[in-house]
């Protein structure tokens, strides 16, 4: 009985193990994923700059961007890549906004993720159902009127839809 008791103890010990050996894979892929997109938008914004200023249009070796990933949670794949330069409106119209959600309780022009003095931060556009966040370990509390400086690992919730945002920096030359 004792035996038998420690080989299912094994044997439960090994499954945990393989399970999650098989999602630290899956999450490094993931984030392999994210970086590659972020390059290639890095990339394509230095070589427009080259194009419009052939004189300055050497590649800048070392420069490191803030960039943000956006992954609907319970989503398995997909996500978005954005540079928060460029903010990023997120919506129910497919036009005027870079991410659209077709859902009711999402806004036409919901609300925007946008950088400012090197940190990302997410502002309501006066949205009907309002937005929310909640900070890694936190309560979830509505943006009101004045934009919310955002984390890695923050939750923003636009009607039923909760986008998980990683925030990470990024250098093309170096991959």
């Known amino acids: 009985m004792t035996t038998v008791i420690i080989v299912i103890a094994i044997l439960a010990a090994l499954a945990s193990g393989i399970a999650a050996a098989a999602a ?28 419009r200023n052939p004189e300055n249009g050497s590649w800048a070796a070392g420069i490191w961007k803030t960039m943000v990933y956006l992954k ?30 077709p859902d009711v309780r999402v806004s036409g022009e919901h609300c925007r993720l946008f950088l400012y003095e090197g940190y990302v931060f997410a502002e309501d556009l006066g949205s009907s159902n309002g937005t929310f966040i909640r900070h890694r ?29 990683v925030i990470f920096q990024c250098n093309a030359a170096a991959m």
């Open 24 to 51: 630290w894979a899956v999450r490094r892929q993931e984030k392999k994923r994210y970086y590659e997109a972020a390059k290639k938008i890095i990339q394509e914004e230095y070589l427009n700059s080259a194009i």
């Open 72 to 101: 609907a949670e319970g989503e398995k794949h997909g996500g978005f890549v954005f540079d928060p330069e460029d903010q990023v409106r997120i919506g129910r119209n497919r036009s005027g906004n870079e991410i659209c959600l």
């Open 137 to 165: 370990r936190g309560k979830i509390q509505q943006l009101s009127g004045t934009p919310q400086q955002m984390f890695s690992g923050d939750r923003l919730y636009v009607g039923d839809t909760c986008l998980k945002l």
